[in-house]
């Protein structure tokens, strides 16, 4: 079990740049989900996936935000035309299928917007 | 409309004592609860979960206490180590809710003085 890897761990980048993030979920699972986080705030949930499948979106992802899983392992999500406001902690985490089981995180992939 | 409240943002314990964590929340449909730990840096990682079915569940050192009537769950923390010392969540999930995404609340920053 080598855990939930996202990458970068860091970005940087102008107001209206677009920007790609990159998880690699447990292999095992099948659930892949996104989540925000904000300072002082707990994660807030984006999107999930079951295998390939994107079953949810939040009204937090406005259409600048896509997410993607192409065959059923890693993900990437990416916003469009960044604003400030999108300046956060992206992250994801992997579960599997079953009410209660618990999701493991990754570390994020803290994105500042200037 | 925050579903998972967490109302002490901070929390001091002495190395060794009893650290107490609460939890309450509104939502009836949630059916699980999970508290999680996050360090600077990190991403959220699991500690131990309850299903609504109990009332207590115990791992060690962290035992956790479910009141349904109350909507009020509670993390017990025996003795408390200076390792403990990070923000932890609770968050609560649905059997009902295809996704089973987990809602968080804003978390509490337990610090433990040796």
């Known amino acids: 079990d080598t855990g939930v890897s996202q990458d970068p761990r860091h970005k940087i980048t102008k107001r209206g740049q677009n920007v790609t993030f990159r998880c690699d979920p447990i292999s095992e699972h099948n659930r892949l989900y996104w989540y925000r986080q904000t300072l002082g705030q707990g994660p807030e949930f984006l999107t999930y996936f079951q295998n390939e499948a994107q079953l949810e979106k939040s009204r937090l992802l406005s259409d600048r935000f896509s997410a993607e899983r192409p065959k059923g392992s890693f993900s990437t999500l990416e916003i469009q035309r960044t604003e400030q406001g999108d300046s956060a902690m992206y992250l994801c985490?992997?579960?599997?299928?079953?009410?209660?089981?618990?999701?493991?995180f990754g570390n994020g992939t803290r994105l500042t917007v200037t | 409309d925050q579903q998972v409240k967490q109302n002490s943002p901070s929390l001091s314990v002495q190395e060794g004592r009893i650290s107490i964590l609460n939890c309450d929340y509104t939502n009836s449909m949630f059916d699980y609860f999970l508290w999680y730990k996050k360090y600077p840096a990190e991403g959220p990682t699991f500690l131990i979960s309850?299903?609504?079915?109990?009332d207590k569940n115990e791992d060690g050192r962290f035992t956790v206490f479910l009141n349904k009537s109350a909507k009020h769950l509670s993390l017990h923390i025996v003795p408390s180590q200076p390792g403990d010392s990070a923000v932890y969540f609770c968050?609560?999930?649905?059997?009902?809710?295809?996704?089973?995404?987990?809602?968080f609340g804003k978390g509490t920053k337990l610090s433990v003085i040796p």
């Open positions: 309850i299903s609504s079915i109990k």
């Open positions: 985490a992997s579960g599997l299928s079953g009410p209660g089981s618990p999701l493991h």
């Open positions: 968050a609560a999930s649905s059997s009902g809710a295809g996704s089973y995404q987990l809602t």
